[in-house]
């Protein structure tokens, strides 16, 4: 048995060594700052921030340095629905119609019910078309908007900090039948429950079911029943909800700042957080799949995990990359072919991994704030996810 002072030597060795990896992947200057977290069933093993949060005021990106998150937020949703479930005020099988105040139906399958579990398992026949992503991110008041229009008109995304909508006035705009953003490429061509196809619409559908059956915010009600059961003392989904001395500048590319925004549909993608936080929320569900979590019950979380689809669920498959996570899902979690466990997420100037070997009990999650393309860019990218995957067995409980 290691000694309490050895078992500390050996895990900073790791640490040490680990850290000069990661630094010397920022140091490459393809993303401007980012934050990584390993993790187990008892808790954090390392963590870490490196580069800048903000290079303009040259300000350090730490392990407590804050961002969204992009669709790495709807794992939280999951949990929100089996929680609802739990206190009795939904069924995952349960008309979506029972909760809304505007009807929502596939228009070439006007008799066929869409439930909840369609829409976590994106099977809704929901789809994000172009108003998505044109109406759908606002700015953070105080900002120029004029000069933010201009400067990024070929991304055609931002909208005035006054656009913000509910995600009542939202959804009812995108989905109803008279709606004014609907149209033919709302949903798909097969029945309910037939084919997957992502679809954040359809995830924020779900948050706002659980307002609508449990009379709570969804901000207020994920609060309640995970952000503070956890200890996740620095999260949020809103600008109001967190301490904004410690958020991130977002990137489109090294030498070019994003303004600050937020989005309508924010259950989909805009929880703010850090990697410690984040860390304290992986390692609950490395518990939660061997039978050990503690926001939710048993049964809830074994439903969570449950493989939820088959292949004919599936137009095309992702068979190569382990942390895909569309090869198959629980509730609003995914699954890669080889079992990794875990989501991914992709918004302006953020991309995010957070995955766990459930038979090692391991994980790691990765927050970058500057977006990437190309092949030095992927290289760089799963160069700081690989390095996290080669020292996580170096470090002893």
């Known amino acids: ?76 949703i999951g949990i929100a629905l089996l929680k609802a479930q739990e206190l009795g005020k939904l069924k995952l099988d349960d008309p979506i119609n029972r909760y809304l105040p505007f009807e929502v139906v596939n228009p070439d399958f006007p008799n066929d019910i869409i439930t909840i579990r369609h ?16 109406k759908n991110y606002c700015i953070k ?41 609907r149209n033919k490429d709302t949903f798909v061509k097969t029945k309910p429950g037939a084919t997957y196809e992502y679809s954040n619409t359809g995830a924020t559908l779900a948050a706002f079911i659980i307002e609508r059956a449990t009379g709570q915010p969804f901000d207020a009600f994920t609060k309640q029943y995970i952000l503070e059961p956890l200890g996740m003392k620095a999260s949020g989904w809103h600008f109001k909800d967190v301490d904004f001395t410690r958020y991130s500048r977002l990137y489109a590319d090294p030498k070019t700042a994003l303004p600050f925004y937020t989005m309508s549909t924010y259950p989909d993608g805009n929880f703010i957080t850090s990697a410690h936080d984040l860390g304290l929320f992986l390692s609950e569900l490395i518990k939660a799949y061997d039978g050990r979590g503690t926001i939710l019950n048993k049964e809830s979380f074994r439903e969570y995990f449950k493989p939820q ?89």
Not at 119 to 132: C, K, M, Q, R, W
Not at 141 to 170: C, W
Not at 376 to 389: P, S, T
């Open 1 to 76: 048995m290691l000694s309490c002072q050895h078992r500390q030597d050996v895990n900073q060795q790791a640490a040490d060594a680990l850290t000069r990896q990661l630094d010397s992947i920022s140091k490459q200057g393809i993303f401007n700052g980012f934050s990584v977290a390993m993790v187990n069933d008892k808790g954090i093993l390392y963590e870490k921030g490196l580069g800048m949060a903000d290079v303009a005021a040259q300000k350090p990106y730490t392990e407590q340095t804050i961002q969204n998150i992009a669709s790495v937020s709807k794992t939280l």
């Open 119 to 134: 829409l976590a398992t994106h099977t809704s026949g929901i789809l994000d078309n172009e108003f998505y992503m044109t």
């Open 141 to 181: 008041s105080g900002q120029d908007f004029s000069k933010i229009r201009k400067e990024f008109d070929d991304l055609q995304v931002f909208n005035p900090a006054d656009s913000l909508l509910t995600l009542e006035k939202y959804l009812y705009n995108a989905l109803s039948k008279t709606g004014k953003w």
């Open 309 to 397: 689809l088959t292949a004919e669920n599936f137009v095309t498959r992702d068979e190569k990359n382990p942390y895909n996570d569309s090869f198959n899902t629980g509730i609003f979690i995914g699954f890669g072919y080889s079992g990794y466990v875990g989501h991914t997420g992709g918004d302006p100037g953020v991309t995010t991994m957070l995955f766990f070997d459930p038979t090692r009990k391991i994980g790691r999650l990765l927050i970058l704030n500057t977006s990437f393309s190309g092949k030095r860019g992927g290289d760089a990218f799963y160069g700081i996810w690989n390095a996290l995957e080669k020292h996580q067995n170096n470090f002893t409980n």
